[in-house]
């Protein structure tokens, strides 16, 4: 056996579950070791020629098939998660055999934090990629709007090296069809519907009816109003803000919590002409924090965690459920496999119930699964 390659990819495990056979099994029908079978999966090592050839036959396919070249990154196209933003300092995933690219901010507000590039984008579109290739197989992209999502990420790229985690801020909307688009490996969403625990599962339903996926719990959190300290306007109700003089710092449509807000102004009879500012949008919790924050609204739409980082006051709306979207064919991808096991750790637990807010008691409840 040899080194492995970091531009062949492996797919042995992949062609053993299908046939349901595990790594002992597969390695006596080869005539060959288990730990031998574990290294190849692992990434460790490429087999010779005869062992390749053993392994194909077990599993019943070519060798090309259980052992892929793929081209060198610099030389594939890339698919820019968020075109419109593109900068030259890029993140990247490999979602199925489609490589994503993930534009960093130049400098994040307001800490003015720069974060470390996997490659950077050419101005013919090529990249100049950073980072072994190998990384590019252990990468998982998540995309969603709770602010705790960067805890989980962050977890999971500490505890197992060669796994890491990307987590990228989108509105439930969005994340959930770029995951039906083959653009990211899980979508974090949180809908509101016909009661507390259904309303994801109604979003995934009506979006995505022909996406075969897992749906499991992430964590319940505090959704409301930010408002200045002190509420100097006294609100406390939807009514409240639709008194004409509140101006509002509304989320853009589409948004989880535009959607708690039109609700919750039709169960009152409150048009949306009503609400002074409704037009207004901003497009993330932290936008509206620094919009209230500078003066320039009165309130909006955010959650707990995001007001007190602002050092704002907070009018609970809602108690709503992140849950996190997992298509089933990605689910034995490392990253989502890692992820997973995250979701059922105490450590997970002890860190989002630091967080203001966050009540994480049914982490990794599965909620939704295939068949």
């Not at 062949?8 to 597969?26: F, M, W």
């Not at 509002?248 to 919590?257: C, H, I, Q, T, V």
């Not at 119930?353 to 295939?370: H, M, N, T, V």
Request: with cysteine; aromatic share 4%.
């Amino acid at each position: 056996m040899s080194v492995h390659d970091e531009n062949i990819r492996c797919s042995i495990k992949e062609y053993r579950r299908r046939k349901g056979l595990s790594q002992d099994e597969l390695a006596r029908i080869a005539g060959i070791r288990r730990q031998a079978v574990y290294d190849m999966e692992s990434g460790r090592y490429l087999p010779n020629t005869a062992v390749a050839l053993r392994l194909a036959r077990a599993l019943g396919c070519t060798v090309e098939r259980l052992f892929t070249e793929d081209p060198p990154a610099e030389l594939e196209k890339i698919y820019l998660l968020n075109e419109a933003e593109a900068t030259s300092r890029l993140s990247l995933a490999r979602v199925r055999e489609k490589l994503v690219g993930i534009s960093l901010p130049e400098a994040s507000a307001p800490s003015f934090r720069l974060e470390t590039s996997d490659a950077l984008l050419l101005a013919d579109k090529s990249i100049d990629c950073l980072i072994p290739r190998a990384q590019l197989a252990g990468t998982v992209l998540i995309l969603g709007c709770d602010p705790a999502l960067s805890v989980l990420g962050g977890l999971i790229s500490r505890l197992t090296p060669g796994i890491r985690a990307h987590t990228v801020f989108a509105a439930s909307r969005r994340a959930l069809l770029s995951v039906n688009a083959g653009n990211a490996h899980v979508a974090g969403i949180h809908y509101h519907g016909s009661n507390p625990t259904e309303g994801n599962l109604e979003a995934v339903r009506s979006l995505l009816p022909d996406l075969d996926c897992l749906v499991v719990t992430f964590a319940a959190q505090e959704e409301g109003v930010m408002v200045a300290p002190g509420n100097p306007l006294a609100i406390r109700t939807v009514e409240d803000i639709a008194n004409g003089k509140t101006r509002l710092a509304n989320r853009e449509e589409g948004a989880a919590l535009r959607k708690l807000l039109d609700t919750q102004l039709a169960r009152q009879g409150i048009p949306a002409s009503a609400v002074r500012g409704y037009t207004e949008e901003v497009h993330s919790h932290s936008e509206g924090g620094m919009r209230v924050a500078g003066r320039n609204a009165d309130a909006a739409l955010g959650l707990r965690v995001v007001a007190k980082s602002f050092g704002l006051d907070f009018v609970p709306l809602a108690v709503t459920r992140c849950d996190l979207v997992i298509p089933l064919d990605l689910r034995d991808h490392p990253g989502v496999t890692l992820l997973l096991e995250v979701l059922q750790s105490s450590g997970l637990r002890k860190e989002l119930a630091s967080l203001p807010g966050y009540d994480p008691s049914e982490a990794g409840k599965i909620i939704r699964s295939p068949g």
